[in-house]
């Protein structure tokens, strides 16, 4: 019996929102008394695989070929699955990123195992995981239980701390998997970073979005959004009416068919707050909306409101950020 978590590369080093997972981990496999594995797959894992030690892993299983170097649903789900099999793993966790959600369903599937895809908090009963997942654009927590042997689940970046590097122990053991290129259905012919330097939405610590709010001058509205976010070194986020409409590209998209975020700051401006947009943000620590409607639904979520005009509120707080943050 063991916790198994996939620790995600992503350009050469690993995504942090794993290292949060591996944390949690450590504590479930505690309380479970039972070893914490990490696996790494890819074309380099040596530095990961030693971050991960010095996380918490009490093994580490690292599956390095050329044939890892992209992510490949069909080749990662299968050293995914060898994984499970060597480590004689009960509980698997992966982040909730798109790749996180995608492979653990695949492996979910494929081992006939129960699945609690994004939840927010994680923990043991009699022996067995319970995970929470926020439903209904978190208005409720609801506990998933499980019913199979294996449980596998995939964890909203930002649920838990990033736990400290300590010193390294534990052992790093490579796979024993043979890759064949050839069986592998995909192909990479090409990666391009959407990013350009920005703030990925899934990471981000403080996220600044726009809505249809800004319809009067949609150019000059997503830069005041911008704006704001650079000086608090926010990613931009924005509703689907404005990615709709063409203002900004979708990938800034936050709600149900958008990113699912868990910042510590939100600020909504402009955003009316329909149930799929909260759908996406809802878990936000710390939620301030910018609204020139007082009566607009997003205040029943805000921790803080601000009804006003965007076109004024925006610049007045991008200049007293500038201000006290310098
Ligand atoms: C299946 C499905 C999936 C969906 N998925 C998503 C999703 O992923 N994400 C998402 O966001 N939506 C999603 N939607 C759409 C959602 O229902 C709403 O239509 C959308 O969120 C509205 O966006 P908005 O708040 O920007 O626009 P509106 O609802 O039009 O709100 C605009 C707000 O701006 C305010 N405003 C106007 N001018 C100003 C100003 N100058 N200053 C300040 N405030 C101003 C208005 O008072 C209003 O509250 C989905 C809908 C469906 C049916």
Redesign the pocket.
């Known amino acids: 019996m063991s916790v198994l978590v996939w620790i995600e590369q992503s350009g050469g080093s690993a995504v942090a929102s794993c290292w949060e997972v591996l944390g949690k981990g450590r504590q479930l496999a505690d309380e479970l008394g039972s070893p914490l594995v990490a696996l790494l797959m890819g074309d380099d894992v040596a530095a990961g695989a030693d971050a991960a030690q010095k996380r918490g892993a009490d093994l580490v299983l690292t599956a390095s070929s050329p044939t890892l170097s992209n992510y490949r649903l069909s080749a990662y789900a299968d050293v995914l699955t060898a994984a499970i099999r060597e480590a004689n793993a009960t509980v698997v966790l992966t982040s909730a990123t798109l790749r996180g959600r995608e492979l653990s369903a695949a492996v979910a599937c494929d081992l006939s195992a129960g699945l609690a895809p994004d939840a927010v908090d994680l923990r043991i009963e009699a022996g067995k995981l319970v995970a929470v997942r926020s439903v209904y654009s978190g208005n409720i927590l609801a506990d998933i239980t499980f019913k199979s042997d294996i449980q596998v689940a995939s964890v909203r970046p930002r649920s838990f701390p990033l736990p400290e590097e300590g010193a390294a122990a534990g052992e790093i053991k490579a796979l024993d998997v043979a890759m064949d290129e050839a069986a592998v259905p995909e192909k990479v012919l090409e990666s391009k970073s959407a990013g350009g330097g920005e703030i990925a939405l899934t990471d981000a610590e403080r996220i600044v979005s726009?809505?249809?709010?800004?319809?009067?001058d949609p150019e000059l509205?997503f830069k005041l959004v911008a704006d704001l976010a650079r000086v608090l070194g926010a990613a931009v986020g924005?509703?689907?009416?404005?990615?709709d409409a063409g203002y900004i590209p979708y990938k800034h998209?936050?709600?149900?068919?958008?990113k699912t975020v868990s910042p510590n700051l939100y600020i909504a401006?402009?955003?009316?707050?329909?149930?799929?947009?909260l759908?996406?943000m809802g878990s936000s620590k710390l939620i301030v909306a910018?609204?020139?409607?007082a009566e607009?639904p997003?205040f029943g979520r805000a921790h803080y409101g601000i009804v006003?005009?965007?076109?004024e509120?925006l610049p007045a707080l991008t200049e007293e950020f500038q201000k006290r943050l310098g």
Do not use: E, P
Request: net charge positive; proline share 0%; charged share 10%.
């Open positions: 726009g809505g249809r709010g800004v319809a009067q509205g924005a509703s689907r009416a404005a990615v998209q936050v709600g149900q068919t958008g401006a402009g955003i009316s707050g329909a149930i799929q947009h759908a996406g910018i609204n020139k409607d607009a997003i006003g005009d965007l076109f509120v």
